[in-house]
């Protein structure tokens, strides 16, 4: 059984930065694709970054240029930079594996980011 367990979540101001953090337990970590999440209060949940196994990277419009997704398969973690996040980011974060990119089967917990000054 996988478990997805993130961190770094808080409040952060409009222009600052913050990391998130998700560890994965199990030791197919490093052939599964992963990504990063997000849903606001009253919206569905979006996709926010991902990152298949080799690490390329895909991104949602509305964060490209801002954020960054990267993994450390040593560590079986998976990152989120979020840097000069704006009001609109405030939501809870959520990480995800699976086989393949956009099919995953395990989902963490959920972060909660605040921006806000």
């Known amino acids: 059984q996988v478990q997805l367990v993130e961190s770094g979540g808080g409040l952060v101001q409009p222009g600052g930065s913050l990391r998130l953090s998700c560890a994965a337990s199990g030791s197919i970590f490093s052939i599964n694709a992963m990504g990063w999440y997000r849903q606001a209060p009253g919206k569905q949940r979006e996709l926010v970054a991902a990152?298949?196994?080799?690490?390329?990277?895909n991104y949602a419009d509305s964060v490209k240029g801002r954020f960054t997704i990267s993994r450390d398969n040593a560590k079986n973690t998976v990152y989120l930079q979020m840097n000069s996040p704006k009001p609109e980011d405030t939501a809870v974060y959520y990480c995800s594996l699976g086989p393949r990119q956009y099919e995953y089967d395990y989902w963490g917990q959920g972060t909660q980011v605040t921006v806000s000054s």
């Open positions: 990152i298949t196994s080799g690490g390329s990277t």
